[in-house]
C-alpha cells in the first residue's frame, strides 16, 4: 500500500485508536503539521458530527465554530495570533504561576521551540478553526457561575472536535494568543462580538506520522482529592 492510499485508508476510516490511545495521545500538534497536504471538508464535518454530542450548559449547544481555509484570510489571523503572542498577556494576576511543570525543564525547551515552529508556519497550515461561545451579551461571563457555564459549554465540543481529529490523522493545538486581540479577529471575520466570545484557535493538518504518546505529567495521584483538600 502506498504513502497516499495509507492517507486515504485513514481519511475514511480513521486509524483505529482504543478510546484511551486517542484521549493519552492527542498531543499539541506543532512541528508535525504536514502544511503540503489539504485537509477536506468532509473530514472536518465528520469531526464536527463527532463534537456536536459534546456536554453544553442546559443543551443549550450555544458554540460555532470558524473555520478560515482562504490564504489571505489564514495569513491575517495568524498575525493577529503572532501580534497576541509577543504582547503583554494583561492577566491582572500578581501571585506565582500555579505550575506542576518547571519552566527550566527539558520539557519546557521542547514546547518553546514547537512553538517557535507553529510560529513562523501558522498561515501556512491548511485550516485554522476558532471555537467560539454564544451569548446573550458579554455580562452573562462576569461571575465564576456564569464562566463555570458559558465556557463549559463550548470547550467539551472543541476538545472533542480535536480527539475527533486525532483518530482521523489529524493533528491540533490549543491556543488562546490571539484573544489579546479578540474584538480585531472578530472584525476580520465578522464575527458579531458583542453576542459571540472566541474560546482558542487551532491549526487543523494532517501529521508527519501518527505515532504520538502520552505526555510527561506528574503522577495521577496528585491530583486527587478524597473528602477534603
Not at 504582547?87 to 521542547?110: K, L, Q, Y
Not at 494532517?206 to 505515532?211: C, M
Amino acid at each position: 500500500m502506498t504513502n497516499s492510499d495509507q492517507h486515504d485508508e485513514q481519511q475514511r476510516y480513521g486509524l483505529g485508536l482504543s478510546a484511551d490511545e486517542v484521549l493519552t495521545t492527542t498531543r499539541a500538534v506543532r512541528k508535525r503539521l504536514d502544511l503540503q497536504r489539504p485537509v477536506p471538508r468532509e473530514v472536518i464535518e465528520d469531526c464536527v458530527r463527532v463534537a456536536v454530542q459534546a456536554p453544553s450548559g442546559r443543551n443549550r449547544q450555544a458554540f460555532d465554530f470558524v473555520f478560515v481555509e482562504d490564504p489571505d484570510t489564514r495569513a491575517a489571523v495568524a498575525q493577529l495570533w503572532r501580534r497576541g503572542l509577543f504582547g503583554p498577556v494583561g492577566s491582572g494576576a500578581t501571585g506565582p504561576e500555579p505550575t506542576r511543570m518547571s519552566f527550566d525543564s527539558a520539557e519546557w525547551n521542547r514546547i518553546a521551540s514547537s512553538l517557535d515552529t507553529l510560529t513562523r508556519h501558522l498561515h501556512e497550515v491548511p485550516v485554522l478553526l476558532i471555537p467560539c461561545l454564544r451569548v446573550s451579551d458579554r455580562a452573562e461571563l462576569q461571575t465564576i457561575r456564569g464562566q463555570a457555564g458559558g465556557w463549559g459549554s463550548v470547550m467539551p465540543a472543541f476538545w472533542s472536535f480535536m480527539l475527533a481529529a486525532r483518530e482521523r490523522g489529524l493533528g491540533t493545538a490549543w491556543t488562546t494568543a490571539h484573544l489579546s486581540y479578540e474584538r480585531e479577529m472578530a472584525e476580520l471575520l465578522g464575527i458579531p462580538f458583542d453576542t459571540v466570545v472566541q474560546a482558542a484557535l487551532t491549526p487543523v493538518a494532517y501529521t508527519l506520522g501518527t505515532d504520538f504518546r502520552p505526555g510527561p505529567r506528574a503522577d495521577h495521584g496528585a491530583f486527587s482529592h478524597w473528602d477534603r483538600w
